[in-house]
């Protein structure tokens, strides 16, 4: 028996070393092909740009053409961040399961489900010009020489990147802004409406989540009526995670070609998506008008494959996404999905039933084309004919520029659906009729230029609101199928608190009502409180202390405050819920929380909110003011010793401004620095005790005022 047990073993044990012989051969057939970088090194010989840093890392880029500058942003941004570049371009490709393992797997289907590349293949040389391809393609060979140059930070098969990449970031990305990953997550969990959507943060990003980084911004623009100075000002304060794929970078680009632009990019990203040129700006917040219509499908009991439509059954259009997960080491698995497409659009199949799915952007891969008129627009005129090319589905625009023109368009590609049905909820699939062929036209989409106040304002709130009460639009001037939120923020409310209230702004003031702290008498903030105050504490020494110290708080988020981490803990789970489609908490079991959270950690109900509220970054370690929907925004996440790390809300934050005289003046600030993953660069963190106390820095915008301040100066590969 001992001899049957013993060769019994032997066996086992030769059968998986077969077994892992096997995945080795297997690795080693499959592993991808090792690229020669020579071509990728001799492509920059086609190029002529040069890369200046300034004292703060900040890139100023200079090229000969559009395209030699392009080809710049992509190297300098790669030496800052090339591994968030290159994870954006893996999850484009449907490929970020194959790196990530099995949590990826459910964004890897989406690309398969918006038919990303499907689309990109038969569209990138008919829908994208000859100028604009060139202009992608130079940002990517600038990625793939950074990457020629330091094999040894690259996944391999990863290269080369290519312009189809850049254009299908684009198509990929620009819905989930205005919340397509939620309403799809939100299907696949067995119901309509929003769940927590795909990650946007750091090395989760892509992955699904339950705690999504709440998104938002403030825009802010001031004509020279509304100035105590008679320059026009405006305010690009985009609220975005700290790290990830949609974090800024800053850089300053220019070409002999006339692109000449200041602000932010995102990973993957060629063109400056908000800040300004010499001629105008722009500031972005998001806007969640609804854009998407889920479609209930009536399937023949006799054949799962087809749905009813119009009286008939018809065939779904059936692919099967072949999707590779990592395990570990060596060993993988390809899991194999089918993905159906009805008339309407993308189809799920849940125990709840079959959905369709008609969304804003679907088969649009043209936004490179309209982000690089909007760069290179030098009046109003040209900027609106940019914003008419209606590539891009969702995002608020707040504009200003030279002349003391401003506006704000609610910008979004809007259905064109019939009148009648209720578009919010499920809609009946089997009517033809409804499945909406393109969107309303730009002169149908709300906006505003150069109200009679002076003052336009955004903090993702309804654009029923967004000037004086006199010139605002009016929700009855619209239709109702077009699903435009009415919604307000704390945010939106401070802003009308502060520069809506004050008709002569000076440049201090400007500026001190974008770092306000405080929670408006209307806001969620304010009704929690309240709702808590009338319990009765019942004999609950704590819950009676708890009580006395909100009713005494201001509701200000200052650093030196004894009131505010008491209430951000208490109200940041109600919000976050609500923020995701799901019930709330009780207010009064999240005050129950806190109170817990800060008796453990801090010995006290009141801690100073500065000890509390922290700006994280290697060894910088700092208090900072603001919490979740003010305007100086700061989202933290809770720590096991009962702190907070800020790791969203405000980061890069510019306050550009023109004189009588067309004058340009910009400064700015980064919550870190330029050095996006480099953590022995100077720049790791430079400009968070810049941030930390809510000051700024001056842009470099024209060569004059970057002369004597260049730190260095290199062409790509030379540095």
Known sequence: MLRIVKTGGMGLAGLALAVLAVILVRGAIEAPARIDPAPLIERAADYDVLIRRDEWGVPHILGTSDADAAFGVGFAHAEDDYATIEEVAIATRGKLASVKGEKAAVGDYLVHLMRVWETVEARYESDLSAEVRRVIEAYADGVNYYAALNPDRVTPGFLPLTGKDVAAGFMFKTPFFYGLDKTLMAIFEGRIGKAGGLSKEGVDAFLPTQTPLPVGSNAVAVSPARSADGKTRLLVNSHQPFTGPVAWWEAVVRSAEGWHVAGGFFPGTPFMLHGHNRHLGWANTVNEPDLIDVYALTINPDNEDQYLLDGEWRDFEKQVAKIRVDLWGPFWWTAARDVLFSTHGPVLKTDAGAFAVRYAGMGEIRQVEQYYALNKATQLGEWIEAMKLQTLPSINYIYADRQGNIAYVYNAQFPARVEGPDWSGVVAGDDSNLIWQGYLPFEAVPKLFNPNSGFLYNANNTPFRATAPRDNLRAEQFASSMGIQTDMTNRAMRAEETWGAD????????????????????????????????????????????????????????????????????????????????????????????????????????PLWGDVNRLRRGDVDLPVDGGPDTLRAIYGRLEADGTLTARGGDTLIMFVEWDRQGRLTSESVHQFGSATLDETSPHYADQAPLFAEMRTRPVRFEEEDLEGHIAESYRPGER
Not at 509 to 517: A, P, S, V
Not at 561 to 572: C, I, K
């Open 503 to 606: 008709r002569s702004i000076t440049a201090e003031e400007f500026r001190t009502y974008k770092y306000d702290l405080k929670y408006s008498d209307g806001s969620e903030m304010a009704r929690l409180i309240d709702e808590v105050l009338q319990v009765d504490a019942d004999g609950d020494a704590d819950l009676a202390e708890a009580q006395n110290i909100l009713a005494g708080w201001d509701r200000v988020t200052n650093r030196e405050s004894r009131g505010a981490a008491l209430g951000v803990l208490m109200a940041e789970p109600v919000v976050r819920a609500g923020l995701m489609g799901r019930d709330p908490p009780a207010a009064l079991d999240t005050l129950r929380d806190a109170i817990a959270t800060l008796k453990t950690h801090h010995g006290r109900l009141d």
